[in-house]
């Protein structure tokens, strides 16, 4: 018997989508004004999905305090007010696309977590797109 | 091919979350504030989602009037502005977690549904925790 | 490894629920309102949903601009101000309910992605009413 | 010493913006396809603002049940799941746009409040337009 | 020229509405099941509105982190995970209705602003009912 | 008798608060992590407002279509995808806050209206921080 518990959280970045290895045009053709070189940003608004039994003694799937305080430490400390591109290490040879944010997150999340929980994460880049990865 | 339709709803609760079985302190150190003697209480927003097939005469999966009265019966009338711990039977030795009050809700609702319908429900505690579960 | 991504869109649309094989007495007991001969409408907020594996080269799952273009031109340009049950090819013999509504966009959508990709399209009536279909 | 209550509320309906005494074209030009003869539709969104003194009786400008069924019964049981065009009256003459349907259900509900009361409406007729009116 | 800056904030409480100086019937013929002596509770969502000029040096009207830890101090620690009725002392003679909370919250907040700042404030007892105040 | 018409609209930005004739201390100090050489950015959710008379031809305060494209034209291709220090003019000597923001876009909008016409902007820099400037 699993449920699983979700918990939002967000983050500001500035980011630009480009290739070094490309030129300048190839990156406006398939980029577009995300190729920036003075960049943009989001709000990034995260959700944490973990699923797994619930603790007959708590009746918690996990402690939400708990996750909340993980994904302030492995998530809005690493990238909130930050530049992607500039000052996330994960993203110095990964263009930082919501789809490459989502998987980054899941892979920094994802040891704090045993075998019993499935985690997942659904980034929104915008209230209009977003990206969901769960492994 | 079956489809899923999602039906909202809400009811407006108090609760403690607490083991009788525990020391005040026990209690505290756990469940935090979420302890408090006195209650506290949430808008708790619900989304029942069934999936099954469409019914080639209605183009329903199911009517969402009936699905709307179904939870009125059996989950506003029974928990809104109610004392989840005080008032709900189901909560007199089960801790009122989210976690817990969703597994009782697809308990109420399960034996309404055939067996080619899937039932599965997702209630927001606040706008930024939710559970989901389907049994 | 496999990412979703999802891209909102949205049309306004006039339509009815009947069938045309039934009394308007049999129309109103099982549709109640909906079954109203001069249209009522709604505000459809569409989700597309498509998960497949992240591009290399690109960092995407797919080109959210060609996303959009395409819910631009099969969906959006074909329903948006339109009245479903009028002028919609579609439903000149289908109940423009949300779940045939859900899966005719599955269906114009579906030809334009490979078999890496998983498409499934969520469908809000009312922000309170929505449906989910994937094939 | 006032405060405002505001309560939201909604309802499904069909409309089209044309005049009677313009050719299509003239309509077309002006109306664009809001101006299909064939209707489309909203999901209206409407929040009532009642600006009041505190009852210190009981902490109320105004009882939320009782402008609740106001509500109901001035706006949504005329305009409910209706063409607005063909079947509400005030707009046999005059073009249901999302202004006129803020003054028309200002002047449905004036008259139920008191000299000390001030009335004004939103109005969403999609996520993305509204309007307000206040008298 | 006069900006108007906006923060939101949120608390979970438990209240009831009842007169101590009228009978059960009587509190239940006005507050109906808001009346229930076990209590109920909201995630009430705050907004606290600040107009008044942009400081020339800085850019802002006034910084938002210093308004956000103000909220915090004078409304989230008194309010947040509480008894209204029982344990807020504001409520001890004072029927705790979203109007009334607004007032007391406002009277709260007051003392911290100059005369230039104007300040109002709006709180949401559900996504459906919500009241404002600006002294 | 006049009604305000209000449209939202977005952009995706990066900023940094910072003064040029401030230390990094200094600045650090006052605009904290909004202060990062590197750039962060915000999804901003702006919408416009009109209050004006309705048009008796056609029913509108505004053609919304009009609007939309004003605010395309002004604030969105100006704006989005930028970096508005180095990017817009309008903030080469101003600090780029969410209220000299706002200031500015009223300022761009204001001279396409008439006196009968009054503008005000709403600009949410994040979901739970917005500014309002009404001239």
Not at 3 to 17: D, E, I, P
Not at 54 to 72: A, E, F, H, R, S
Not at 106 to 120: A, R, V
Request: overall charge negative; hydrophobic content about 35%; aromatic content about 10%.
């Amino acid at each position: 018997m699993k449920v699983t518990v979700s918990r939002k959280a967000h983050f500001n970045a500035a980011h630009r989508l480009f290739r070094k290895d490309w030129t300048a045009s190839q990156n406006n053709e398939i980029f577009g004004k995300c190729a920036n070189p003075h960049y943009h940003g989001h709000n990034y608004e995260l959700i944490v999905h973990v699923k797994g039994p619930i603790d007959p003694q708590t009746g918690y799937v996990i402690d939400m305090k708990v996750l909340k305080d993980l994904i302030k430490e492995e998530v809005e400390e690493r990238m909130d007010h930050k530049n992607l591109n500039e000052e996330v290490a994960e993203f110095s040879n990964l263009i930082p696309t919501a789809e490459n944010i989502a998987v980054v997150i899941y892979d920094l999340l994802k040891p704090h977590f045993n075998e019993n929980q499935e985690l997942s994460v659904t980034l929104y880049e915008t209230p209009r797109n977003y990206v969901s990865y769960s492994g």
